[in-house]
């Protein structure tokens, strides 16, 4: 005849031990779900640090690059705009051309249409515009060339310093989206972790009845 505790009164032994492994998993489980969680946040932040430096990086270099090519394109304008101003001097020494010839030529600052010159004058005047115009064509062709060039040079820069950082960028912000949904199923692996925990603690306090 099974003897009565007179203190507790407890379920079937075999049940009981079930609710204790339930006890112990949930109990581990929890604690394994929050290193876990602890972990990922701490891998999370390290990426996270990672990626704003490479974002900042890349606009560093991006404004670098676009500040070298507004540079080099303002002095291209700038040279090409000198040239045009020394070309009629340039022009004037190419020929021996004198100073009092030179200023019926450009008829008070820009060239005249040939009236009031000699024979000899208008044909000095016209090899005078052949020169003009090849060397307008010419400073506009080498300017061309420049300014391809400098969009080459800078796409240059593009490919070698640009590129990486973005590509580190793409790859930190693919491991920071891996690291956010991980850190969700852990986070929900230690939530049900701490409910197992909780539900069997409960069943497992002891039940007093006071009996004789």
Do not use: W
């Amino acid at each position: 005849m099974s003897k009565t505790n007179t203190l507790y009164n407890y379920e079937d032994t075999k049940h009981k031990d079930t609710r204790t492994m339930g006890f112990l998993l949930g109990a581990f489980g929890k604690l394994a779900a929050g290193r876990r969680v602890r972990q990922l946040q701490a891998k999370m932040m390290r990426v996270q640090s990672r990626l704003r430096r490479a974002t900042r990086q890349i606009e560093t270099t991006s404004k670098m690059i676009e500040t070298q090519k507004k540079y080099a394109l303002n002095s291209l304008t700038m040279q090409s705009s000198m040239a045009n101003q020394l070309m009629p001097g340039m022009i004037m020494n190419q020929m021996g051309i004198d100073q009092s010839l030179f200023n019926k030529f450009m008829g008070y600052g820009g060239l005249n249409n040939g009236t009031g010159l000699t024979d000899d004058e208008k044909l000095k005047f016209g090899e005078f515009q052949n020169l003009q115009n090849q060397f307008k064509m010419n400073n506009e062709m080498a300017i061309a060339m420049q300014k391809q060039q400098i969009e080459e040079y800078c796409e240059n820069l593009n490919d070698m310093l640009l590129e990486p950082l973005k590509m580190e960028e793409d790859s930190l912000q693919t491991e920071k989206d891996s690291l956010e949904s991980q850190i969700q199923i852990a986070q929900a692996d230690y939530e049900a972790c701490k409910k197992m925990e909780q539900a069997d603690a409960k069943n497992l306090a002891p039940n007093y009845t006071g009996a004789a």
